[in-house]
T-cell receptor, first 110, second 113 residues
Framework: GEDVEQSLFLSVREGDSSVINCTYT??????LYWYKQEPGAGLQLLTY?????DMKQDQRLTVLLNKKDKHLSLRIADTQTGDSAIYFC??????????FGAGTTVTVRA | DADVTQTPRNRITKTGKRIMLECSQT?????MYWYRQDPGLGLRLIYY???????NKGEISDGYSVSRQAQAKFSLSLESAIPNQTALYFC????????????FGSGTRLTVV
């Protein structure tokens, strides 16, 4: 996933907000995605945002999209221990393929 | 039952051996994918298929082959396994006409010794 970049690690205190950042390269991506991978499990689609939107909110999750800067972020409010996981950002440079970032490992500490 | 099932979940094999990883889905999706995951590298696409008669190479297809036996089945083979193919392998499905992301299997952890 060299076309999609994200930091590798994030440590956050329980109850605080987490912000995971991602930059992508393909401005033609129609959708951008956030996936969550819990230990020993596959990737689970967490949320996605259509490219003509700036923001999408879903309960504790807020996705912000800055198309000009090709920057995507995921904010998790009131982070819980169950939010500890690897979070992957992905873009869709074509209608048949997703390109993933390397994943951000989020560790929630008490 | 899981929507996308991968077998085996774990496998240790010796260098030079042929090994097949299997994937089956109940989603009714026409598109199927094989990815490998390596720490710090994320997911890289090995092969993908749009239907039984359509197979396409991804970015890292060397050393791998695939077979789409039916709409619901897509297997990945390592003809002669080598240690740098040690990784976590994921099968995924997608639905033509939508781009709401993929459904992933739970993965196969392969170790080549």
């Amino acid at each position: 996933g060299e076309d999609v970049e994200q930091s590798l690690f994030l440590s956050v205190r329980e109850g605080d907000s987490s912000v995971i950042n991602c930059t992508y390269t393909d401005s033609s991506s129609t959708y951008l995605y956030w996936y969550k991978q819990e230990p020993g499990a596959g990737l689970q689609l967490l949320t996605y945002i259509f490219s003509n939107m700036d923001m999408k909110q879903d309960q504790r999750l807020t996705v912000l999209l800055n198309k000009k800067d090709k920057h995507l972020s995921l904010r998790i409010a009131d982070t819980q221990t169950g939010d500890s996981a690897i979070y992957f950002c992905a873009e869709s440079p074509s209608d048949y393929k997703l390109s993933f970032g390397a994943g951000t490992t989020v560790t929630v500490r008490a | 039952d899981a929507d996308v099932t991968q077998t085996p979940r774990n496998r240790i094999t010796k260098t030079g051996k042929r090994i097949m990883l299997e994937c089956s889905q109940t989603k009714g999706h026409d598109r199927m994918y094989w990815y490998r995951q390596d720490p710090g590298l994320g997911l890289r696409l090995i092969y993908y298929s749009f239907d039984v008669k359509d197979i396409n190479k991804g970015e890292i297809s060397d050393g791998y082959s695939v077979s789409r036996q039916a709409q619901a089945k897509f297997s990945l083979s390592l003809e002669s396994a080598i240690p740098n193919q040690t990784a976590l392998y994921f099968c995924a499905t997608g639905d033509r006409g939508t781009n709401y992301g993929y459904t992933f299997g739970s993965g196969t952890r392969l170790t080549v010794v």
